[in-house]
């Protein structure tokens, strides 16, 4: 009988992770509902919900059957922080493909989270890619924060050229600028770094996203204005939602890494 227990317990683990395979990854629904899966080991919350209101939320994760349960575990001072507490955000499975995912909020805290949704479609998001659209030019800027916040100015075009304001290095400041100098820098985007600004755009749903405009805390204050099919969208925001995560990592990362050549030539940036 304990043989037999292990038995099935060792196919519910296989089951389990080979559900896991299936359903990492990003998924958005057509109301730019969004459902990030990376873990399920219960110490990382890293994986994310996000409703059609903008509130963007991260949890652990536990798969239970058909049963997705993201998970907020804590203690409180009403228990002297002795029990831990877990509020279940649970949605039942009803269909699993490798570019599709049906799921049902079925747990109190996960109906509270997509008030009047019974049910939510949710699309692979590189499934997503969006094959008419043409880019033109997108322009990225930050600002400073309480912390370690860098500013970066960024224009990028169809061409690949890139015009770029970014601090200096530290080790190749010269001694006549100081420590918080900024520089001008004019190159040509890397093939791969190109390739993955334009699959982050063409999946950002960028025709109908939406962008938290709250500008309230120490976060660094992001600008992204681009221009594709002759229209433009321009989005200011602290909080960009989990949906255009992967463009703003692409664009931190060209700021943070493109090499270029320094210039003295004066840039006119789109704000």
Not at 6 to 12: E, G, Q, R, T
Not at 186 to 210: E, H, M, P, Q
Request: glycine share 2%.
């Amino acid at each position: 009988m304990r043989l037999l227990t292990l038995f099935l317990s060792f196919l519910l683990s296989l089951n389990s992770f080979a559900q896991l395979k299936k359903l990492k990854g990003s998924w958005v629904s057509h109301d730019q509902e969004f459902l990030l899966i990376k873990d399920t080991t219960l110490t990382k919350n890293i994986n994310g919900l996000s409703n059609a209101q903008l509130r963007d939320q991260y949890f652990e994760l536990e798969i239970l059957g058909d049963t997705l349960s993201f998970q907020q575990r804590y203690t409180s001072s009403r228990t002297n922080f002795k029990q831990l507490h877990i509020d279940r955000y649970d949605f039942k499975i009803s269909k699993l493909t490798d570019s599709n995912l049906i799921i049902r909020p079925v747990s109190k805290f996960s109906k509270q989270f997509f008030p009047g949704k019974s049910e939510l479609v949710f699309r692979r998001q590189e499934f997503t890619v969006d094959s008419t659209w043409k880019f033109e030019k997108i322009t990225f800027h930050t600002t400073t924060c309480m912390g370690n916040c860098r500013i970066y100015h960024l224009q990028i075009d169809s061409t690949k050229a890139f015009k770029l304001r970014a601090p200096l290095p530290s080790n190749s400041i010269p001694l006549r600028r100081s420590i918080v100098s900024q520089d001008r820098f004019t190159g040509s985007v890397s093939d791969s770094l190109y390739d993955k600004l334009i699959f982050a755009l063409k999946t950002s749903n960028l025709r109908t996203l939406k962008m938290n405009e709250v500008l309230c805390c120490d976060a660094p204050e992001l600008t992204i204005i681009v221009h594709f099919n002759g229209q433009r969208r321009y989005f200011k925001t602290m909080f960009p939602p989990l949906l255009a995560d992967n463009l703003v990592r692409t664009l931190y990362s060209i700021c943070e890494n493109q090499k270029g050549m320094l210039t003295d030539e004066k840039f006119d940036f789109e704000y």
